[in-house]
Every structure is written in structure tokens, then in C-alpha cells.
């Protein structure tokens, strides 16, 4: 990963190798538009830090089915505290946990404990196509590939997380046979009507955009037909007509817009031609499943609840929620 070019060449022969040839067409541009450093005064900083990583010594055991994205080997301390203090320049940690040549990363979110919810009702990743969109720095994406899949793409337009992955994907190395990439991109980057993907992961992303309907439409469409979706998002109780639009921030995040009870995001799918749309998940967010830790030291989740009362958001909205709702495109 010397060069910028070395990093994105793995990505380029993966989607040649997948016969997403539209999608290559387009991919050079992305890239320059996605992480040129006049639009992020910190990214070469970030791409210095992982170019610094020291060469890991083999033989490294790597675990990517395990609670902890695990990639255990013989560093001496001086390595370890170069890690540690490379990874820290990549700091905040939204998603996690990692553990990378002895180095354990306590990110805010345990994501792992949502992996464990919705893990047994999906449809087998042995052999799939999946698509993780808004996957931060690729956590769920890293355990997808651990669950069998063939091909994994995170897309999410943070640069930051674009370095965060690469950063793993350095102690990662070739352990998952080159099956795990990222595009930092949003939803709108990916070609219309792809229609390629066997698994759509959409997590943590409905919330954010002001058109829920077009996003569902925009997910539905990069399914192959009879492809499954797997929509994880904000919601409230309420029965089919409810649906929260809060005022300018809800728990103190900005672009927050539709927040529907989930019988009434059951009925949005279905209107979006999804079928056999389920709910197979849904409750209140905990304190320890969000949290500030060493590894992100600012407000966190309890820092935007009511102080007099945690069922409330600090704006007086009912406290976060989430609700896990698999569907298919129709065959």
C-alpha cells in the first residue's frame, strides 16, 4: 500500500473479475471526486498513517467470524505501540470491536452485538454477491465475508473510513482472498439498474435521507431479482400510519428525516415492490451498545438523552430505537 494506486488495484481487478463492467467504467472518477485532499484537508494525513503501518511478521491468524475482527501476530512492543499509535491517527472508531496485532480497538458501537441479531435470519452469505452501503470502516463487511461471501463491497463516502478499512485491511492482508473491498461512495455512485447483487445490506442509513422511498427504490435496484435486502434503520411505535419527521436534530444528529414505526416501513417496502417483508428484529438502543470509549472520545449516546428521563431524546423525541426488516426483490 505504498501508493494510492496499489490500494485501488485490488478493487479494480475484483470488479472486472465480477463483470461489473459499467460500474468500472465509472470507477476512476469516483475515486478522484471521492478522495481528492482539497475537499478533506485531513485525508493524507489519514493515507500517511496506514502507508506507516509496520510489515507484519507471519505467521498471522486471522479470524473475521469471530465478536472481534481479529488478526493475531508476534509484534515486539515497539511495533505494537507503532500500531497503536497509527491506528489512533484514524481515530474516531465508530464501528467495531477490532483486535489487530495485539492492539484492541473499543469502538463506540458494539456492532457486533447487531451482527449477532440479524445473522441467523439471513438468507446463507456462502457464495453471495453483497453490498453493504453506508458500512462505515467495513466491521459488518469484514463478518460478512467471514459468514462465506464471495464477493463483499462496502460503499460509504467518508474518506476516513475509507482509511480505517485500509488500515485493517493491512493486517488482513490476503486472509480473506482478496473477497472484501470499498468504494467511498454513497448509493447515488452505483449504476442504475445493476441488478447484480444477491445480498443488499442498507444499515444506520434510511434515517438520513430525505427521500426514505427513493433509497428503497435505489437499494431494490442494485438487487438481482430475488435478491434480499436487509434494511437496518430508526424507528418508533406506532401502527401503520405513524412516522416521526423530526425538527432539526433528533439525538442530537442533523439530516434526520422520516422516522416510521416499523408496520409503516413494512408498508413502504411493499409499496417499492419488495415482498415477504419481515421484521425480524427490533428494540430499544442501550447505553453499552453505544458508548464514547479511548477510541471515541466525544458525546455518545447518553450524552443525547434526557438527563431526567432516558426515554427521551434530549429534543423531547422518543429515544433511539432500531428495527431489522429483511425483503426480497421479486424473482
Known amino acids: ?17 465480477q ?62 505501540r507503532q500500531c497503536e499509535n497509527l491506528l489512533r491517527a484514524l481515530a474516531p472508531w465508530r464501528k467495531g470491536p477490532y ?46 465475508t467471514g459468514a462465506g461471501a464471495a464477493f463483499t463491497l462496502v460503499i460509504d463516502p467518508s474518506p476516513r473510513f475509507f482509511w480505517q ?32 447483487f ?13 427521500s426514505p422511498l ?11 431479482p430475488g435478491g434480499e435486502l436487509v434494511l437496518e434503520t430508526l424507528v418508533v411505535r406506532g ?3 405513524t412516522v416521526l419527521l423530526p425538527g432539526e436534530r433528533y439525538a442530537a444528529m442533523p439530516n434526520v428525516y422520516f422516522l416510521p414505526s416499523s408496520a409503516a416501513l413494512t408498508g413502504w417496502l411493499e409499496r417499492c415492490g419488495f415482498e415477504n417483508v419481515r421484521v425480524v428484529d427490533e428494540a430499544d438502543t442501550r447505553l453499552d451498545e453505544q458508548r464514547a470509549t479511548d477510541w471515541m472520545t466525544f458525546q455518545s449516546l447518553a450524552d443525547f438523552l434526557d438527563p431526567r428521563d432516558p426515554s427521551l431524546t ?7 430505537r432500531r428495527a431489522v426488516i429483511i425483503a426480497n426483490r421479486p424473482g
Not at 178 to 191: N, Y
Not at 198 to 210: A, E
Not at 314 to 320: K, N
Open 99 to 144: 483486535r489487530l496485532g495485539g492492539v484492541s480497538i473499543d469502538s463506540e458501537w458494539r456492532s457486533d452485538w447487531k451482527w449477532q441479531r440479524l445473522a441467523p435470519h439471513l438468507a446463507p452469505l456462502r457464495g453471495r454477491r453483497v453490498l453493504d452501503v453506508g458500512g462505515g470502516n467495513g466491521y459488518h463487511a469484514w463478518r460478512m
Open 214 to 224: 427513493e433509497h428503497l427504490l435505489q437499494l431494490k435496484a442494485a438487487l438481482r
Open 239 to 241: 401502527d401503520a400510519t
Open 314 to 320: 434530549r429534543e423531547g423525541y422518543p429515544a433511539p
Open 165 to 196: 478499512f485500509q488500515a485493517v485491511r493491512h493486517f488482513i492482508g490476503e486472509a480473506d482472498q482478496g473477497r472484501t473491498h470499498f468504494l467511498p461512495v454513497g448509493i447515488e455512485a452505483v449504476p442504475e439498474n445493476l441488478a447484480a
Open 19 to 80: 463483470r461489473l463492467d459499467r460500474w468500472l467504467a465509472r470507477l476512476p472518477e469516483q475515486l478522484d471526486q471521492a478522495l481528492d485532499p482539497k475537499r478533506y484537508g485531513d485525508l493524507p494525513a489519514w493515507e500517511k498513517a496506514v502507508a506507516k503501518l509496520p510489515a507484519l511478521p507471519e505467521p498471522r491468524h486471522v479470524a473475521l467470524d469471530a465478536d472481534s475482527v481479529t488478526v493475531d501476530c508476534e509484534l515486539d512492543a515497539s511495533r505494537q
Open 1 to 17: 500500500m505504498s501508493t494510492r494506486h496499489d490500494v485501488h488495484r485490488p478493487l479494480y481487478q475484483a470488479l472486472l473479475d
Open 198 to 210: 444477491d445480498t443488499v445490506f442498507s444499515m444506520g442509513v434510511l434515517y438520513h435521507r430525505p
